[in-house]
T-cell receptor, first 111, second 114 residues
Framework: DAKTTQPTSMDCAEGRAANLPCNHS???????VYWYRQIHSQGPQYIIH???NNETNEMASLIITEDRKSSTLILPHATLRDTAVYYC????????????FGTGTRLTIIP | ETGVTQSPTHLIKTRGQQVTLRCSSQ?????VSWYQQALGQGPQFIFQ???????GRGNFPPRFSGLQFPNYSSELNVNALELDDSALYLC?????????????FGPGTRLTVT
C-alpha cells in the first residue's frame, strides 16, 4: 500500500467548512483513496472513497487532484460532533485488501 | 440493517492467560477483518476471514488466531497474553464479490492485560 502524509492536527470553527489535506505521491493507478474517522474510543467510521473523480455523499466531499498525488476531504458545515481523528488511506479494491492506518489528523471543531 | 457488534466491551486478563473476542458482522457481509489499536496509534491489521478461511494476515505472531462461522460471525483468540497485548481490538465487516469493499467497524473490545 502507498503511504499517506497528513497534518497531525487541525482546528476549524463550528459551521465553517473543514478541509483536510492528504498527500499520497506514490499512489498507483489502481489504488483508491479512502477516508475514515474515529471519534474518541469508538470504531473507525467509513466516510467516503474515490479513484479519480471527485465524490460527494451525505457526509463529505472528496477532491482528488488530476495527478492523484493528493486529495482533500471537505466537511461542508462542521459541527462539534465532527471532532475526531481523520485517516486518509490508499488501497487497492480487490476486496481482500487490508486498511493500513497511519496516525491521521486530529480535527478539533471550535465552538 | 444490523451493524457490526462486538463482545465483550471491556475485558481484564492476566499475563499468560488466553482470551476470546467475538464479532457479529453487518447483515449481508461475508468477510471479517480484525485490527489491534494501541493507545495513541492507528489500527493495525491482524487478519481477515472469508468463507471460514484466513484470507490475509498482518505482522502478528501465531498466538493470534481466529475463526469464522457459517453465519459470518468471527472470533479472535489470543494465547499466552503479554502486557503489550493491551489494546482496543476492532473487527470490521465487508462484502467480498459485490464490488463494494468499504469496511464497517464495530465499537471494539478494550483488553487490558495486567
Amino acid at each position: 500500500d502507498a503511504k499517506t502524509t497528513q497534518p497531525t492536527s487541525m482546528d476549524c470553527a463550528e459551521g465553517r467548512a473543514a478541509n483536510l489535506p492528504c498527500n499520497h505521491s506514490t499512489i498507483s493507478g489502481n489504488e483508491y483513496v479512502y477516508w475514515y474517522r474515529q471519534i474518541h474510543s469508538q470504531g473507525p467510521q467509513y466516510i467516503i472513497h474515490g479513484l479519480k473523480n471527485n465524490e460527494t455523499n451525505e457526509m463529505a466531499s472528496l477532491i482528488i487532484t488530476e495527478d492523484r498525488k493528493s486529495s482533500t476531504l471537505i466537511l461542508p458545515h462542521a459541527t462539534l460532533r465532527d471532532t475526531a481523528v481523520y485517516y486518509c488511506i490508499v488501497r487497492e479494491d480487490f476486496g481482500n485488501e487490508k486498511l493500513t492506518f497511519g496516525t491521521g489528523t486530529r480535527l478539533t471543531i471550535i465552538p | 440493517e444490523t451493524g457490526v457488534t462486538q463482545s465483550p466491551t471491556h475485558l481484564i486478563k492476566t499475563r499468560g492467560q488466553q482470551v476470546t473476542l467475538r464479532c457479529s458482522s453487518q447483515s449481508g457481509h461475508n468477510t471479517v477483518s480484525w485490527y489491534q489499536q494501541a493507545l495513541g496509534q492507528g489500527p493495525q491489521f491482524i487478519f481477515q476471514y472469508y468463507r471460514e478461511e484466513e484470507n490475509g494476515r498482518g505482522n502478528f505472531p501465531p498466538r493470534f488466531s481466529g475463526l469464522q462461522f457459517p453465519n459470518y460471525s468471527s472470533e479472535l483468540n489470543v494465547n499466552a497474553l503479554e502486557l503489550d497485548d493491551s489494546a482496543l481490538y476492532l473487527c470490521a465487516s465487508s462484502s467480498m464479490g459485490t464490488g463494494r469493499y468499504e469496511q464497517y467497524f464495530g465499537p471494539g473490545t478494550r483488553l487490558t492485560v495486567t
